[in-house]
T-cell receptor, first 114, second 113 residues
């Protein structure tokens, strides 16, 4: 199994600023993903973090707003840029194990934008 | 496209009652995985079960049981003798070749003492 940690666990940010969230996995995984969970809502996939290349974004999410990096197999970052109150959400990092369909989730980063 | 539907937005039961959470999925893939997660108020996702499309056996784990029926594209979750600690939001999810999960909208379960 894999354990995923995220930093920060929560933050309160001002409108117009940016926040970078870090995701670290304690073992090699194949795929890494970023999800957003708006208050009272389900989880929505933002993008697939590809190692060494540009992330693959879902419809409605763009690189300028949510730049993602994945420099190696076990680490990824998500930046929420030029934040507005609508970005207040929980952001979760996820990874798929080398066995195929094991899905691991980080504890989430709870972001509040004022 | 794939889709997961959890028609029950919120369910309220009294402790010790049995409760079933419904999940209906749509996919064109013949190979897929279905999941259930629990999200307590703390916000963390707790993995409950993963089932692949070729294994229709029902599963029981303690007070939890799952009924997978490909004929109706359903993967329902039953909690027997519910407890207050079962109060949470429960998500059903689907994964295919892309590996990322498609989540249902979730069912909020309130277990009253």
């Amino acid at each position: 199994s894999a354990v995923i940690s995220q930093k920060p666990s929560r933050d309160i940010c001002q409108r117009g600023t940016s926040l970078t969230i870090q995701c670290q996995v304690d073992s090699q995984v194949t795929m890494m993903f970023w999800y957003r969970q708006q208050p009272g809502q389900s989880l929505t996939l933002i993008a697939t973090a590809n190692q060494g290349s540009e992330a693959t974004y879902e419809s409605g999410f763009v690189i300028d707003k949510f730049p993602i990096s994945r420099p190696n197999l076990t680490f990824s970052t998500l930046t929420v840029s030029n934040m507005s109150p609508e970005d207040s959400s929980i952001y979760l990092c996820s990874a798929t194990g080398t066995g195929g369909y094991e899905q691991y989730f980080g504890p989430g980063t709870r972001l509040t934008v004022t | 496209a794939q889709k997961v539907t959890q028609a029950q937005t919120e369910i309220s039961v009294v402790e010790k009652e049995d409760v079933t959470l419904d999940c209906v999925y749509e996919t064109r893939d013949t190979t897929y995985y279905l999941f259930w997660y629990k999200q307590p108020p703390s916000g963390e996702l707790v993995f409950l079960i993963r089932r692949n499309s070729f294994d229709e056996q029902n599963e029981i784990s303690g007070r939890y049981s799952w009924n997978f029926q490909k004929s109706t594209s359903s993967f329902n979750f039953t909690i027997t003798a519910s407890q207050v600690v079962d109060s949470a939001v429960y998500f059903c999810a689907l994964a295919t070749g892309r590996r990322a999960l498609t989540f249902g909208s979730g069912t909020r379960l309130q277990v009253q003492p």
